[in-house]
Nanobody, 124 residues
């Protein structure tokens, strides 16, 4: 069993920045690929970013490339999502998830543990 706890969400103006954190417990963290997903009101959950267990590989959805950066500190069992140049369309509940693989993966069905979510609201 893996427990994931997200933090760092909030309200920010367009163009601003936020850093989300997700701390994991219950599994060898460095062997676990991690991902960030988001769900806006009335929309399906969508992939945002993923990072491999070692941190050597990352991948982003096109809409956040160049603005968001995923990273991890395996000594702290924590993965981060640094979000910059935020836009109103980035408003959503953001979820971190732990994958069943050490590599990167975009598919929700490859993630078997999810956090409770943290709200990010970007005002125009």
């Amino acid at each position: 069993q893996v427990q994931l706890v997200e933090s760092g969400g909030g309200l920010v103006q367009a163009g601003g920045s936020l850093r989300l954190s997700c701390t994991a417990s219950g599994r060898t963290f460095s062997s676990t690929g991690m991902g960030w997903f988001r769900q806006a009101p009335g929309k399906e959950r969508e992939f945002v970013a993923t990072i491999s267990g070692s941190g050597a590989s990352t991948y982003y959805t096109d809409s956040v490339k160049g603005r968001f950066t995923v990273s991890r500190d395996n000594a702290k069992n924590t993965v981060y999502l640094q979000m910059s140049s935020l836009k109103p369309e980035d408003t959503a509940v953001y979820y971190c998830a732990a994958a069943s693989t050490a590599g990167i993966t975009l598919r929700p069905y490859n993630y078997n543990f999810w956090g409770q979510g943290t709200q990010v609201t970007v005002s125009s």
